[in-house]
T-cell receptor
Framework: GEDVEQSLFLSVREGDSSVINCTYT??????LYWYKQEPGAGLQLLTY?????DMKQDQRLTVLLNKKDKHLSLRIADTQTGDSAIYFC???????????FGTGTRLQVTL | DAGVTQSPTHLIKTRGQQVTLRCSPK?????VSWYQQALGQGPQFIFQ???????QRGNFPDRFSGHQFPNYSSELNVNALLLGDSALYLC??????????FGAGSRLTVL
């Protein structure tokens, strides 16, 4: 079946850039997503990218997609302590609204 | 705009009991999806409702059932609860196949 993998943990200093990586197996994805989850909260959509795009930038967020290698990354510029959270990548496996999520990457921002 | 609202926020049940979780979609949304997020894991798709019918289903047993009402709100029912059903249950709404908006979730503990 479809699989989405992420590294479990990333620690960065405040003000540095963070790069969170994700790999997926399904080649029929239409959209790929990045969600943020703070402790005890639901999922907040950060950004998404159409599968025929290579890059999308939205303020401090940059998404890069390498469709050949099935690799997705999220770069957060000027990382702040408020960015500390778990970040999930997800793909729609070509079926609208049925998302397959990775296990999440915990981002820790240190002073 | 109230966004997606879920109730209850927390509940405790014992093995073998039944539980009903409720979800009100974001205003203007007509599709509701349910996800289960076990501790330390990414959310897993349970099912999706559109026009009061189950449109898609993930790999969950028949103990998990749902309903959508004419006002687009939805319920998730789980029968014969197992310890492994302890999780955060997330409801997400969308307008058709568009981007999902998640609620804060209902945290179920089964003792």
């Amino acid at each position: 079946g479809e699989d989405v993998e992420q590294s479990l943990f990333l620690s960065v200093r405040e003000g540095d850039s963070s790069v969170i990586n994700c790999t997926y197996t399904d080649s029929s994805s239409t959209y790929l997503y990045w969600y943020k989850q703070e402790p005890g909260a639901g999922l907040q959509l950060l950004t998404y990218i159409f599968s025929n795009m290579d890059m999308k930038q939205d303020q401090r967020l940059t998404v890069l997609l390498n469709k050949k290698d099935k690799h997705l990354s999220l770069r957060i510029a000027d990382t702040q302590t408020g960015d500390s959270a778990i970040y999930f990548c997800a793909d729609d496996t070509g079926t609208a609204s049925k998302l397959t999520f990775g296990t999440g990457t915990r981002l820790q921002v240190t002073l | 705009d109230a966004g997606v609202t879920q109730s209850p926020t927390h509940l405790i049940k014992t093995r073998g009991q039944q539980v009903t979780l409720r979800c009100s979609p974001k205003s203007g949304h007509d599709t509701v999806s349910w996800y289960q997020q076990a501790l330390g894991q990414g959310p897993q798709f349970i099912f999706q409702y559109y026009e009061e019918e189950e449109r898609q289903r993930g790999n969950f047993p028949d103990r998990f059932s749902g309903h959508q009402f004419p006002n687009y709100s939805s319920e998730l029912n789980v029968n014969a609860l197992l310890l492994g059903d302890s999780a955060l249950y997330l409801c997400a709404s969308s307008l058709g196949s568009n981007v999902l908006t998640f609620g804060a979730g209902s945290r179920l503990t089964v003792l």
